[in-house]
C-alpha cells in the first residue's frame, strides 16, 4: 500500500497537478499503474489521511497538499513502475516469472555475498527471528511475507538497486502464487534450514556457496508449485515436496 501510495503521488507530480485538481478515475488509475481497482481505492482513502488528496463521494478524488507529494522517482523505481505497467498488459506465465526470478536472485545473491559488511546483516537475521517466531501449524500469510522480505532484503545488500527494482516487482506477481500453497512440516522445516544455510553463506561471503545454495532453494519452490498444478482443484492435501 505505501508504495502504490508513492506511486500517486509521483504521478501527480509528473502530471503537473496543483492542489483542487481532479484525479483520473480509480479505473484509469487502477490501469496507469497495472493494479487492481481495490487496491487504488485504498491507497486513495490512505493518500487522504496525509493530506495528500481529498476523496469527495461522487464526485471523485482531488490533489491535496503539495508539501506531502514524494520527492521525484528514481531511476529505478522509475524501472519498477514501468515493468509493472508492462506485466500487468497481459497474463503472465507463472513458470516465466519463476525463470526471471532465479535469474535476478542468483546475480543479486553474488552480489550480497561479495559487497556485504557484518553489520549489514541484522536486518536479514531479524527476519528470520520473526519467522522462528512462528508457531508451525500457524504459519501462513505472515511467513510467507516474511519469506519474501528475506529475499528482497538480500536484494538491498546487493547493492544494485536496478536488479533490486525488477526482483521486488516480480515478486508483487508471485506473492499471490505463493500465498496459495499448501505447506506441510517437511517443507516449512526445509525452507527454514535452507533459509540458515543462506544465510551462514553471506555471513561467510562465500559467493559460490550463495548461488548454490540460492538455485536449490528457489529450484524446491518451484518444484512445489508444479506439484501443486498436478494436484486436482479441490483435493486439500498437504504437499510434502
Known amino acids: 500500500m505505501p508504495e502504490l ?5 509521483r504521478f501527480i507530480v509528473k502530471q503537473n497537478l496543483k492542489p483542487g485538481d481532479r484525479l483520473p478515475s480509480i479505473r484509469d488509475l487502477a490501469s496507469q499503474f497495472g493494479v487492481k481497482t481495490g487496491l487504488v481505492r485504498d491507497a486513495l482513502l490512505d493518500a487522504q489521511g496525509r493530506g495528500l488528496v481529498k476523496v469527495l463521494p461522487r464526485a471523485g478524488a482531488f490533489v491535496g497538499t503539495v508539501e506531502e507529494l514524494p520527492p521525484p522517482a528514481t531511476s529505478a523505481e522509475r524501472l519498477g513502475s514501468r515493468l509493472r505497467e508492462l506485466l500487468a498488459e497481459q497474463n503472465q506465465n507463472l513458470f516465466h516469472l519463476l525463470d526471471a526470478r532465479e535469474t535476478l536472485e542468483m546475480e543479486l545473491v553474488s552480489q550480497a555475498a ?3 559488511e557484518l553489520q549489514d546483516l541484522f536486518p536479514l ?7 522462528a517466531k512462528i508457531p508451525p501449524k500457524l504459519r501462513g500469510e505472515q511467513y510467507v511475507r516474511l519469506d519474501i522480505d528475506f529475499h528482497l532484503e538480500i536484494a538491498r545488500l546487493s547493492g544494485n ?5 525488477m526482483l521486488c516487482t516480480l515478486m508483487e506477481e508471485l506473492e499471490p502464487h505463493l500465498l496459495s500453497l499448501q505447506w506441510s512440516t517437511e517443507r516449512h522445516a526445509r525452507t527454514d534450514e535452507s533459509h540458515a544455510r543462506l544465510y551462514s553463506t553471506l555471513v561467510e561471503g562465500d559467493v559460490s556457496a550463495a548461488q548454490v545454495e540460492t538455485r536449490t532453494h528457489l529450484q524446491d519452490a518451484y518444484q512445489t508449485l508444479l506439484n501443486q498444478i498436478r494436484q486436482p482443484p479441490g483435493v486439500a492435501a ?3 515436496s
Open 125 to 131: 537475521r531479524r527476519i528470520l527471528e520473526e519467522m
Open 238 to 240: 498437504e504437499i510434502a
Open 5 to 9: 501510495v508513492d506511486l500517486l503521488g
Open 114 to 116: 561479495r559487497k556485504r
Open 161 to 165: 538497486a536496478v536488479m533490486a527494482a
